[in-house]
């Protein structure tokens, strides 16, 4: 058992520390926020998550997992080996990432440490982060105590994260010290993946590059959807048959609104800044993005289509909100610009999503929020779906058609079969599913 202490217990900072408490670590959780680790103290997860909550319960009753805002307490009181530093690094002003709170972490472990510690950087951090935070704890400590620092990239999912975690493809880690790089591996045998050792920079870098072409991918199917439409083409089965190719894979080949979320879009722009101002020429990275954010307007362009372009007095619904299912999270959430586009246009939007109501009321202005489902189509002039929730794909089609002022659905996830809903009366817009998305033609 090893002592561990997590700064930061967001998304990334939560699920690290609740996964090593399970893994039989002693996790200490530390935060700024008086008001989360409260929450935390009583049982309340800062974030959506399926299990988290029974997982962490688990270990705090377990004595494994405690929560603090003092940095004395969660390092020198704790006895910590390993510290992992989770803050969040928003996008800044050009894209790049604001390491302030990288900055605050690492002045703040300097301070108080009273004895040898490996320094994790577990958040997404530029290439280069590495060096700079071991100059930081450098010149802030009071007296010179041996540190190393190690880089350690999070490969979490949103939606599947714990499983991720405890199942992960491989573990990065890079560092200048070798033995502190073997510390860490140590920590991450139980994991049974494969582990990759190299240098500070490279370890960032792969980070960056991995989430960089996962988005490529992303954005690729989506191009090539929208290929599919102008050619009566089906991109469904397009990415079916292109994934069976063992040099391609079938994962990320799902056509719709676009990625979102904390990572994609904030990593994409500032791997793009970096390369920027290297002198380099992201071509491939700027037309992912732009790819991306043109691919939310396709479904404002499809209902304008056939509701008009002036949709003063008609009301749309948004199927879901939150970016992807699974999750809470409404970071870069494509709905949140398509609810802009709709409203600018003149519609009354409504919107409803199985957890991200809270967060989506907060950042969707004068959106109308209904209680489920059904209460979100009823009266609706269109209703574009935009979270793949497992339970839109139970929808009862015939009560829907029902509840709807006109029955248009304008599917941004393709969780629907074009034949279903044209046997239904619906009439149906699918993302690259050819001309008419394989539904009547008929427009109200």
């Given amino acids: 058992m090893k002592n561990i202490t997590v700064v930061g217990v967001g998304y990334v900072g939560i699920i690290t520390g609740t996964c090593f408490a399970d893994l039989g670590n002693n996790v200490c959780g530390l935060d700024s926020s008086e008001e989360k680790i409260a929450s935390l103290k009583a049982g309340v997860m800062p974030i959506y998550q399926q299990g988290l909550k029974e997982l962490a319960d688990r270990n705090v009753k377990a004595g494994r997992l405690s929560f603090t805002t003092s940095y004395e ?33 690492a002045q703040s472990i300097a301070e108080v440490m009273d004895h040898p510690l490996v320094i994790i950087n577990k958040s997404t951090v530029p290439v280069g982060t590495g060096d700079w935070v071991a100059d930081i704890v450098r ?29 992960p493809d ?10 502190a790089a073997e510390k860490v591996a140590q920590l991450h045998l139980p994991l049974r993946a494969p ?47 292109m ?32 390369a920027n101002v290297k002198g380099s020429h992201p071509q491939l990275l700027q037309a992912v993005m732009d790819i991306n954010e043109f691919q939310r307007k396709t479904v404002v362009l499809k209902t304008r289509a056939i509701l008009g372009e002036d949709l003063t007095g008609r009301t749309v619904g948004l199927l879901g909100l939150a970016f992807k299912a699974g999750t809470d999270d409404m970071r870069e959430a494509p709905s949140v610009d398509i609810a802009q586009m709709l409203q600018a246009a003149g519609a009354t939007v409504k919107g409803y999503d199985p957890v991200a109501m809270e967060w989506a009321a907060r950042v969707i202005p004068n959106i109308q929020l209904a209680d489920d489902a059904y209460d979100l189509v009823a009266g609706c002039d269109a209703v574009i779906v935009c979270t793949e929730w497992n339970e839109f794909k139970q929808l009862n ?11 248009v659905i304008v599917d941004g996830r ?13 009439i149906y817009r699918g993302v690259g599913r050819g001309h008419d998305g394989g539904a009547s033609q008929t427009t109200p």
């Fill in 73 to 105: 307490e969660a390092i020198n009181g704790h006895q910590a080996e390993f510290v992992f530093i989770c803050v969040g690094t928003p996008e800044g002003v050009d894209g790049e990432a604001d390491l302030k709170y990288v900055r605050a972490a």
């Fill in 139 to 167: 010149e802030a400590q009071p007296e010179l105590i041996p540190f190393s620092v190690v880089s350690c990239p999070e490969f979490l999912r949103e939606g599947s994260a714990i499983s991720d975690f405890m199942n």
């Fill in 170 to 179: 491989r573990t990065i880690l890079g560092s200048r010290d070798p033995e």
């Fill in 195 to 241: 582990i990759v050792v190299t240098n500070l920079r490279t370890a960032e870098m792969i980070k960056y590059a991995s989430n960089a072409f996962l988005a490529t991918k992303i954005s690729f199917i989506n191009e090539i959807a929208n290929i599919c439409e102008a050619l009566d083409a089906d991109v469904q089965e397009v990415a079916a048959g």
């Fill in 243 to 274: 994934g069976l190719d063992g040099r391609i894979g079938s994962a990320m080949l799902n056509a719709g609104i676009g990625y979102g979320g904390s990572c994609f879009p904030k990593d994409v722009k500032a791997l793009a800044y970096m």
């Fill in 397 to 407: 089609l015939e009560r829907a058609k029902e509840l709807m002022k006109q029955p």
């Fill in 414 to 426: 393709n969780i629907y079969d074009p034949g279903a809903m044209k046997k239904a009366g619906l």
